[in-house]
């Protein structure tokens, strides 16, 4: 391999690492241009050493650049509580590497595809992504709710009727139990709601609420949540 081909494959390396790199940059990720540029051009240059060497350096020099990327890639996987991140970048990192060997392998055409892919998989499936994960996480979590009404007990039915009227109005909640109790103060009702809801619907107990508040002969009324549930 002589000087100009050496040059024109990793000029070829630095153009597609630094087209990856570009749109990580422009979404503000932590491995942007330089990054994923400087991995690529480091495989590249990785892969063309080998190739000088002859014999069965280019399969040996590979197989270490895929398991020494996996270790840079490692370092920018991070464990917030629950949530792990850089998954994404460190994966990108990897594909870069791949790119690089391929450029500096002779096959230019496959590391302009493989770099096309690498980029609409991070445009076309990252708003995929984000909208599936929306509608998993609106359908799996829920919230319980529990309101309180006091009230005189001559208006128990009526008042009774007025909140179910009103959390029917909700395709969102459902109605798990409503019960009454005097607290051993007859002329007083205490009536107690569990509710249900698929989402969090905070601005619709406190809407609902109000409302019962100002029916005549109502002493007291609350809401509150009591718990949240995940549907794995």
């Known amino acids: 391999m002589n000087t100009l081909e050496f040059t024109l494959r990793l000029f070829t390396a630095f153009l597609l690492g630094a087209g990856i790199g570009f749109e990580r940059q422009w979404r503000q990720k932590s491995a942007g241009l330089r ?23 280019t399969g040996r020099i590979a197989s270490y650049i895929v398991s020494g990327i996996g270790f840079l890639g490692g370092g920018v996987i991070m464990k917030d509580g629950l949530t792990v991140r850089g998954l994404n970048t460190a994966a990108t990192i990897w594909c870069s590497a791949s790119v690089g060997a391929l450029s500096a392998i002779g096959l230019p055409f496959e590391a302009a595809i493989t770099s096309g892919f690498i980029i609409l998989t991070h445009v076309i499936l990252r708003p995929l992504g ?27 039915n009526h008042i009774r009727i007025q909140l179910m009227q009103s959390l029917s109005g909700n395709d969102k909640i459902l109605l798990k139990s409503l019960t009454s109790d005097d607290n051993c103060v007859p002329e007083n009702a205490i009536i107690t709601a569990e509710v249900h809801a698929s989402t969090p619907q905070d601005s619709f107990m406190e809407k609902i609420t109000s409302r019962l508040t100002i029916e005549d002969k109502v002493i007291r009324v609350s809401w509150e949540i009591i718990g949240t549930e995940t549907d794995l």
């Open 130 to 156: 984000v909208k599936l994960g929306n509608n998993i996480s609106s359908r799996n979590h829920y919230t319980e709710y529990l309101i309180s009404i006091k009230c005189k007990s001559e208006v128990e």
């Open 35 to 57: 990054t994923n540029t400087l991995v690529c051009l480091g495989s590249a240059a990785f892969v063309l050493l080998s190739i000088r060497i002859g014999g069965d350096a």
